[in-house]
């Protein structure tokens, strides 16, 4: 087991050095300038000492070197500060990524806005799952069934739609007909007591169920046809011919089967929704990760773009392995070491 | 004596007679083919019947509902959203076959490659695998931000961002169909035929293009219905995050971003680009599924 996650880690480190280059090799090549957005009064060589200031008067193979060693090694000593409370060398000489737009350190800002993220795209997934799995099994089980065609139709209109316009027909709906729920998510409120948190729960329905549905659409056709691979197999009649209830054969053997490939394909999915989740928060406004990104990247704020987009393609290549070792785990034919 | 051979008439059927017998019997496919070519019909024909000017300003006419020189009403500016948004899928059509296009091209370039001559398949694998771990939304952002203003100093607004737009969704979506017939050829160069062909001297470009090819057609035809709806549906996503076709030039996407913040005003402006963007992926997406089903030769007996 340790060869095969070994094996898989030396493949994600060189695709991250190369996303990694190409990234910074395509912000780089942007025409837009740091000092554009200055008044004009500026003169030319307090420019040029702004451009110097930002370190953008440097060859691009030493400014590519510092941010990878802000990326990997001194943004992770400063999380590691902050999370034990110790100091490690001189951390504040250490320099960070900087946004152009504030200021301040990229990651502080990103951290900023985490929570919200986490919280509106990890709830619609926990719910996705709890909606696809049973939907799923039970199209399965009833193959061809009226719940079975309803089900495949729902879930093709599903992920048909885009969450775009579910979101703003949501937000007709619910928002502006029926007024139940407010279309806009406020990130200042906070839970104190029962009342607070009603508030929250309420703000939060719209965008998590619209993604909810969205993932849930996806997730069942693949629960649905795992379900089916396994259950007319040998050890289904097994089962049964044992005297297994019905119940036990359908939830304790076929489903925990049908689950590998589920389970590595919600661990495949994580990146996706994240990626998704940069819509729905335009469409609810909240202001997570998502909506970070497009505000940097219409301010052409630079370091922000480039840590916020590796960031994501760290999720995508973690969560390609942790998918891959989770199959190889649950599943011991796959394990080819 | 010869043994009677029983007379039935036997008529001639090709792969493509039996594929249309099989698709014919996928309701909801035919469902999409008629929904599809409804809209498309729409879009292209739409104009004739409806001659307004999708640009025209007519400020005493601002947020109206139906009516019978609006049947759809009329925006903020005045400007009659049918007519918008026939305009809008002509582009959003467009994009979404260019798109698709220029995918399939790229994908199946690759595929051939990679499944055909040994020595390629590593290193284009490879590369494939990397394209597949980009973050792609965020990227597809990031690049029509750095090259909006050169490509439309260069080809002028519309052209300049149409380009763009096929060209960022090209080459963020071949990688899937790649796989596809990376595999298809794989499967298919072991065949006896081909080693029929290249027995009697047949030069390797005539056994790809003849012989492998050909038949590697019904996942590429799979991938091509379905790459239609991602084109469509990317080409909306980054219109409706502001960063597409301008405003004067309208998709069905952009038509959605500039209807959602009139959205308690004038709610028809939202309903109608995005109900024509689900129908349409979701008209493709069933004939995809058709597809599927009919050009697989399991499924397909007798």
Do not use: C
């Not at chain 1, 090694?73 to 990524?97: M, T």
């Not at chain 1, 259950?231 to 297994?244: C, E, F």
């Not at chain 2, 909006?148 to 080459?171: M, S, W, Y």
């Amino acid at each position: 087991m340790i060869r095969f996650i070994t094996r898989r880690l030396m493949f994600a480190v060189p695709t991250l050095i190369a996303i990694s280059f190409a990234i910074f090799a395509l912000l780089d090549l942007a025409p837009n300038d740091p000092t554009g957005q200055l008044p004009l009064t500026i003169p030319p060589e307090v420019r040029a000492q702004i451009r110097d200031s930002l370190g953008l008067d440097q060859p691009f193979h030493v400014r590519y070197a510092k941010w990878m060693e802000q990326f990997f090694v001194n943004e992770p000593l400063n999380l590691l500060e902050e999370a034990f409370d110790i100091e490690i060398g001189a951390s504040s000489e250490r320099p960070r990524i900087r946004s152009w737009a504030t200021r301040s350190p990229v990651v502080d800002i990103i951290a900023e806005r985490m929570p919200q993220t986490l919280w509106v795209v990890g709830m619609s997934y926990v719910f996705g799952i709890l909606i696809a799995v049973p939907i799923g099994v039970i199209s399965a089980y009833r193959q061809y069934s009226w719940f079975d065609q309803i089900g495949t139709f729902i879930s093709m209109v599903g992920f048909s739609v885009p969450t775009f316009f579910t979101g703003l027909l949501a937000i007709i709906l619910f928002s502006v007909m029926l007024q139940w729920l407010p279309s806009i998510y406020d990130t200042t409120h906070e839970v104190t007591d029962l009342s607070s948190f009603w508030v929250q729960v309420k703000q939060m329905l719209m965008p998590v169920m619209v993604l909810a549905l969205y993932n849930a659409a996806q997730l069942s056709r693949f629960m649905r046809s795992a379900m089916l691979d396994n259950l007319n197999l040998d050890y289904v009649r097994t089962a049964r011919s044992k005297g297994l209830r019905e119940r036990a054969v359908l939830l304790i053997h076929v489903l925990r089967n049908s689950m590998i490939p589920v389970v590595t394909m919600i661990a495949l999915g994580v990146p996706t929704i994240f990626s998704g989740a940069i819509i729905t928060e335009q469409i609810f406004r909240v202001n997570g990760l998502g909506q970070l990104l497009i505000v940097a990247i219409q301010g052409a704020d630079i370091p922000l773009v480039q840590t916020l987009t590796f960031l994501f393609a760290v999720l995508i290549v973690l969560f390609n392995l942790i998918a891959d070792v989770l199959y190889g785990i649950l599943d011991p034919r796959i394990r080819y070491d | 004596m010869p043994t009677e051979i029983p007379d039935t008439p036997r008529t001639h059927r090709s792969l493509w007679m039996d594929v249309w017998l099989t698709f014919r019997q996928h309701t909801g496919a035919l469902i999409g083919v008629g929904v599809f070519a409804t809209i498309v019909l729409a879009v292209f024909l739409g104009p004739f019947v409806h001659g307004v000017d999708p640009q025209y300003l007519d400020l005493q006419a601002r947020n109206q509902g139906v009516s019978f020189a609006h049947p759809l009403g009329t925006d903020n500016l005045g400007r009659d959203t049918l007519a918008q948004v026939f305009a809008g899928g002509r582009i959003s059509l467009a994009v979404g076959f260019a798109a698709m296009f220029l995918s399939l091209v790229l994908g199946t370039a690759v595929g051939t490659l990679a499944g055909y001559f040994r020595r390629l398949d590593g290193p284009l694998m490879r590369f494939t695998d990397l394209f597949l771990a980009l973050p792609l939304l965020p990227l597809l952002l990031v690049i029509i931000m750095l090259f909006r203003d050169t490509l439309r100093n260069a080809f002028g607004p519309e052209t300049g961002i149409f380009f763009l737009i096929v060209f960022v969704i090209g080459i963020t979506s071949w990688m899937q169909t790649a796989r596809i017939v990376r595999g298809e050829v794989l499967a298919i160069k072991e065949r006896e035929f081909i080693t029929a062909a290249r027995s009697i001297g047949t030069r390797e470009r005539r056994i790809v293009s003849r012989h492998i090819l050909p038949n590697a057609l019904s996942p590429i035809m799979v991938s091509a219905t379905l790459g239609i709806a991602n084109a469509i549906i990317t080409e909306s996503a980054l219109s409706f995050l502001g960063l597409g076709f301008p405003p004067d030039f309208p998709t069905w996407g952009r038509l959605l971003f500039d209807g959602a913040n009139f959205i308690t005003i004038t709610p028809a402006r939202v309903l109608w680009p995005g109900l024509a963007i689900s129908l349409t992926v979701l008209s493709v997406n069933y004939i995809g599924d058709g597809l599927r089903d009919a050009l697989d030769p399991r499924l397909r007996d007798t």
